[in-house]
């Protein structure tokens, strides 16, 4: 998968967590969470999806590598298959 | 000492077939059927009530995905209620504010989808969702009012089988005249067409519809009935002690002057007329009525061949001898909306203080002759002159009965 491909598969998710967001000036660089309603529970979501979706299992240590999308894609682009 | 009356100051609800008092009460004067069939997990077809209301009237996308039927429910009859109220989230004293909700059941929707869920997954529990507890947790409807509104005050909701939109609207009462708060939103919620489970156990049980129309389905009292027509509906009411409502200058619908719960004792199932009728008595008591002062009698009548039966001989012992009663029931036009049944068919009963109609009961062609008793308006609507009072009786599994007694303001 791409690194343009990852991020669309996060944004896939975070669209159906958080479907009241607009997603579409999003900034790679900043926080998720300084830019969309985010909270504890919704990430849970993320990395649950994560599991669904791609069979990527997200350590708890590792949660703070998703903190911004590029850190996502960064983090998520070698698992994705 | 008299305990303060009690004012119903709002309505807000949503029934299989219309949204709000005044639909819900021109359905009901129509002799509409709002049953209609759905796809259910195992069963397939099966004949239901759903609510057609818009989610998404008071309440976020992301809200609505985290919570569950029920708590959508509870938000679009809570906001409904207070509006039809007059009042607003800005001027009522929030942590004043109590939230009441009966249930039949709560969990068994969420559990069931979590179920499947992790089955697509060799039943993995690292597939289950985090969001299962705060789902399941009997409080839900209630707290995701309560967290929807930000209302500080109490709310938990009331187990209390069929019989708990009744018992929601007991609470409140009991609330109120306390001065535990000076405002309460309480009626009865379900969301039970959701669950496969509940269709299967009254299947099992032999209690459950399987009319292949759904229109003619459900039909309380008719010879011809064979079983429950399972809905999800709600049915939330804005309550104030009466001083308070006069005070404010509010429109009050109606008073709850009288209402009283107690158990059979006797069977998990199978109703106890002798209890029941005790209920009612119990109820006209606190009322200060006697059973002709009642005009309207507004029987739960799920549609079973025997809780029909059994229904019908506590109403004889209570009311055979009255010529003033009028009686009906309401599940033939929308089902059986379980937690919600006793609050949404009394609201059905509620606009007769001022339109004088006794409503029908529907699909009763044929009447079962066990369930024969005067005053039954059978068919159509029936003019009366002067309708003060209204009782309505709604009982449960594991023979829970509350009934409730209003009267005009």
């Known amino acids: 998968m791409t690194a343009e491909e990852t991020r669309q598969a996060v944004i896939d998710i975070i669209t159906d967590i958080a479907p009241d967001e607009d997603l579409a000036s999003l900034s790679d660089d900043k926080p998720l969470r300084d830019q969309i309603d985010l909270d504890s529970m919704d990430f849970l979501d993320i990395v649950m999806e994560l599991r669904k979706r791609h ?20 983090y998520l682009q070698p698992k994705m298959t | 000492m008299t305990p303060t009356p009690i004012a119903i100051t709002g309505v807000g609800l949503t029934a299989p077939g219309s949204n709000g008092l005044q639909d819900f009460r021109q359905q009901l004067l129509d002799g509409r059927s709002g049953v209609s069939e759905i796809e259910t997990r195992h069963m397939g077809r099966v004949n239901a009530g759903v609510c057609d209301f818009d989610e998404l009237a008071y309440q976020k996308r992301k809200a609505r995905r985290r919570g569950t039927r029920a708590g959508s429910i509870a938000i679009f009859c809570g906001h409904e209620c207070l509006k039809d109220a007059g009042l607003n989230l800005e001027e009522i004293n929030r942590e ?22 992790i089955a697509q997954f060799d039943n993995d529990v690292k597939y289950w969702t985090h969001h299962h507890n705060p789902r399941t947790v009997a409080n839900n409807p209630a707290g995701e009012l309560s967290l929807n509104m930000g209302i500080t005050g109490p709310h938990y909701t009331i187990g209390a089988a069929c019989a708990a939109g009744n018992a929601g609207l007991i609470q409140a009462v009991q ?6 708060v000076d405002l309460a939103l309480a009626g009865g919620i379900s969301e039970s067409i959701q669950t496969f489970g509940i269709f299967a156990a009254f299947k099992a049980q032999g209690a459950l519809d399987e009319n292949q129309n759904p229109k ?57 007329p ?4 005790r209920c009612i008595q119990m109820a006209l008591d606190k009322a ?44 033939g036009f929308i089902g059986h909306c379980m937690g919600a049944a006793g609050a949404l068919e009394l609201a059905g009963n509620l606009p007769a203080f001022e339109d004088g109609v006794v409503h029908g009961c529907g699909n009763l062609e044929d009447l079962d002759p066990e369930c024969e008793i005067p005053g039954l308006v059978a068919k159509g609507n029936l003019p009366k002159q002067k309708i003060r009072n209204i009782l309505n009786n709604s009982f449960g599994m594991l023979g829970i009965n509350s009934v409730v007694i209003l009267t005009k303001a």
């Open chain 1, 55 to 74: 069979s990527i299992e997200v350590p708890e240590a590792d949660y703070p590598e998703l903190n911004t999308m590029a850190g996502c894609v960064k």
């Open chain 2, 96 to 117: 004043r504010t109590g939230i009441y909700l009966g249930i039949t059941e709560h969990g068994n929707v969420e559990t069931e989808n979590e179920i499947a869920n």
């Open chain 2, 175 to 180: 609330m109120l005249q306390l001065g535990e």
């Open chain 2, 216 to 272: 003619l389905a459900s039909r309380p009292l008719d010879k011809n009935r064979s079983g429950i027509v399972v809905s999800e509906g709600g049915c939330i009411y804005t309550l104030e002690r009466l001083d308070d409502a006069k005070a404010r200058g509010a429109k009050i619908h109606g008073l709850i002057s009288g209402y009283a719960m107690n158990s059979d004792a006797t069977d998990f199932v199978l109703a106890n």
């Open chain 2, 274 to 277: 002798v209890q029941q009728a």
């Open chain 2, 288 to 331: 200060d009525l006697k059973a002709n002062d009642i005009d309207i009698v507004n029987a739960h009548a799920t549609a079973t061949p025997m809780g029909d039966i059994q229904e019908i001989k506590a109403l004889r012992a209570v009311f055979g001898e009255c010529d003033n009663v009028s009686i009906n029931a309401t599940k």
